[in-house]
Each structure stands twice: as structure tokens, then as C-alpha cells.
T-cell receptor, first 114, second 117 residues
């Protein structure tokens, strides 16, 4: 069975602070893919990043960065210098290669206060 | 239009009504999905269609009936729903590899907010 845990239900930060959203996953497969999605108040989930299990390099995209550590089965997401527009629910997801095996976490609601 | 569109955006229905949700993708993808999003629960995958063939049905009650007439359109027919079916229903599409693996990201529509009275 596979599982994605996002232990942080809600986080509030003041604008310009850095914030890290945690994601811990479980799978017995050696090949898998990890994703982060953002869901703003408008409702639709927006894809942010995909990582495969063979690529542990961290990635930076503007104010966003991702830390993938297989040793701890974690794929954490950091927003640097947060902005009000970052307020949303963020979902971590795990795919083990079959379309029926995409598992989403429960999401972390981020509120950035001006 | 681009991306994935869903209509209607909001729907209120009684338990005896019959309604349909519509999803359309303009991305040329070969797979489409229906998800249910309830408060404080993970996204629940309901149905998956690959090349217009239903390949996944996650023990969804028969009062939900999907239809995929072509690779761009997906419907969810609703009848005799219960109040606990009130939720945000999200449609998504993706491009599956030849092996059917879901290693590509999914593109989501804005959802239909359904309220069952």
C-alpha cells in the first residue's frame, strides 16, 4: 500500500517569511514519482513539480525549492519570501506507475498574512 | 479555450434529481479522471478513463455514472444522490505513457461545487 502524509494541516506566516511544507511518503516500489500541486481558492489544482525516485537532486524555481530525501522518504517544499498570492492549499502526491495508483496527501493550507 | 474546463461550476440538487457534470480537455491527452474532494479528506479518485475506456472504478456507488464519449469529453451522471455526496468534483487529464504509467502530471479543471439537499 502507498501513503502520503502531510502532517501540517494549516500554516500561517507573515509575508516575506520563509515556510516549509512537509511531505512524507510510503511505498514499496523502487520506481515512483512525486508531485506537488497548488490549489488556490479558485479550486483547480495547479501542477508545480514532478520528481522521479532516481533523481534526488534538489530543485529551485524562483522562490520555490524542493528537498527530496529518499533516506527519510520525504519531499519537502519551501517557499522563500512568501507572498500573499502563495496562500492556497498545497498537495503532495505519489504515483507508482499505474494510473490507479496516484495517491494524494490531505493537503496543507497555507495562509500568508500581509 | 485552453486546459481543462468543467460545467457547471456550482450545482444544487435535491436527492431525487438527475443531473450531469461535464468536463472537457483541450490538451490532447489520452486519459481523464474524476475526483471527489470533501472537506478534510484526501482527494478520492473515482474513475479513470484511458483512451475512452474505463480502467478504474474505485468502488464508487452506482448513483454516480461516468461517460466518456471521446478523448476530450468526460461526463459524470448523477441520480438519487445523498447529502454526503456534497463535495467539490474535480476533473483532470493527463498523457499516459504507452505502458499506462502515470508518471506525467495531471491537469485539473476548476471543479464543480455540488450541494445535495
Amino acid at each position: 500500500a502507498q501513503k502520503v502524509t502531510q502532517a501540517q494541516t494549516e500554516i500561517s506566516v507573515v509575508e516575506k517569511e520563509d515556510v516549509t511544507l512537509d511531505c512524507v511518503y510510503e511505498t514499496r516500489d523502487t520506481t515512483y514519482y512525486l508531485f506537488w500541486y497548488k490549489q488556490p481558492p479558485s479550486g483547480e489544482l495547479v501542477f508545480l513539480i514532478r520528481r522521479n525516485s532516481f533523481d534526488e537532486q534538489n530543485e529551485i524555481s524562483g522562490r520555490y525549492s524542493w528537498n527530496f530525501q529518499k533516506s527519510t522518504s520525504s519531499f519537502n517544499f519551501t517557499i522563500t519570501a512568501s507572498q500573499v498570492v502563495d496562500s492556497a492549499v498545497y498537495f503532495c502526491a505519489l504515483s507508482t506507475g499505474g494510473y490507479q495508483k496516484v495517491t494524494f496527501g490531505t493537503g496543507t493550507k497555507l495562509q500568508v498574512i500581509p | 479555450e485552453t486546459g481543462v474546463t468543467q460545467t457547471p461550476r456550482h450545482l444544487v440538487m435535491g436527492m431525487t434529481n438527475k443531473k450531469s457534470l461535464k468536463c472537457e480537455q483541450h490538451l490532447g491527452h489520452n486519459a481523464m479522471y474524476w475526483y471527489k474532494q470533501s472537506a478534510k479528506k484526501p482527494l478520492e479518485l473515482m474513475f479513470v478513463y484511458s483512451l475512452e475506456e474505463r480502467v478504474e472504478n474505485n468502488s464508487v456507488p452506482s448513483r454516480f455514472s461516468p461517460e466518456c464519449p471521446n478523448s476530450s469529453h468526460l461526463f459524470l451522471h448523477l441520480h438519487t444522490l445523498q447529502p454526503e455526496d456534497s463535495a467539490l468534483y474535480l476533473c483532470a487529464s493527463s498523457q499516459l505513457s504507452l505502458s499506462g504509467s502515470a508518471n506525467n502530471e495531471q491537469f485539473f479543471g476548476p471543479g464543480t461545487r455540488l450541494t445535495v439537499l
